[in-house]
């Protein structure tokens, strides 16, 4: 499916994809409004969120994958930078495995490169949290604005079980190019990545930010855009 997308800026490419339940407009306007200075800016809406509308949710992860492929080649985009944080990390993870030649370089945030010896109760905390969250109604009806789908279809899809793909996660020794795995401190399981990646891939470069979590790109928007920025024009050189 072609993804519903803003595009701001001039320039190179450059792909920003959104976290779980949220969007490109309702999370990226800080990473939108410093890089269209210098890059045209892509802001889809992964499938299923905003205005992305789909009741297909089964097979996620590959099927989002196809669908950035498709819009990058609707919009006319042979390849781009992708920079994505947790699902939208975990999407272009896979476009970069199975739509190499869309990539120009890959920036991932939010993502957990083995599966931690307490996962059934992180698992179980998330369920926890959602069921907390869908009892407030101030969250259900900002969910309800800044989704034309059925949001709550995403909880039931992707946060079933063995919902995450570790297959993919732990395994980035095959991408060919170049990878800036973002890391926040306070994420003990992500932080394993800084250790492991640059191990299995020569490609792969990391960046610790201090007092930031799971979102490091709203715990420390200034960090981690100079970082990014940083990133992407050494691959001009």
């Not at 089964?58 to 819009?71: C, I, K, P, Q, V």
Request: aromatic share 8%; hydrophobic share 35%; charged share 25%.
């Amino acid at each position: 499916m072609i993804l519903h997308t803003e595009v701001s800026g001039t320039g190179e490419e450059v792909v920003f994809l959104h976290t779980g339940l949220q969007t490109g407009k309702t999370e990226l306007d800080v990473q939108k409004d410093y890089f269209k200075q210098k890059y045209k800016v892509i802001l889809p809406d992964l499938r299923g969120h905003g205005k992305s509308v789909s009741q297909n949710l089964t097979n996620y992860f590959h099927d989002s994958a196809r669908d950035l492929a498709e819009t990058l080649e609707n919009l006319g985009i042979h390849s781009a930078h992708i920079v994505g944080c947790s699902i939208g990390a975990l999407v272009g993870l896979v476009v970069a495995k199975n739509h190499p030649e869309r990539v120009k370089s890959l920036t991932l945030s939010g993502i957990i490169p083995e599966k931690p010896t307490d996962w059934d109760e992180m698992d179980k905390e998330e369920s926890e949290n959602i069921a907390k969250m869908l009892e407030n109604p101030e969250a259900v009806a900002y969910f309800d604005n800044i989704h034309d789908g059925d949001w709550r279809e995403l909880l039931d899809s992707i946060l079933g079980e063995d919902w995450y793909p570790f297959e993919e996660t732990k395994d980035l020794a095959s991408l060919e190019m170049p990878v800036l795995f973002i890391v926040g401190e306070q994420n003990e399981h992500e932080t394993i990545g800084v250790i492991k990646y640059p191990k299995m891939n020569r490609n792969i470069h990391v960046s610790i930010i201090p007092f930031a979590g799971h979102v490091v790109h709203l715990d420390q928007p200034e960090i981690y855009n100079k970082i990014v920025e940083a990133f992407l024009l050494n691959q001009n050189h």
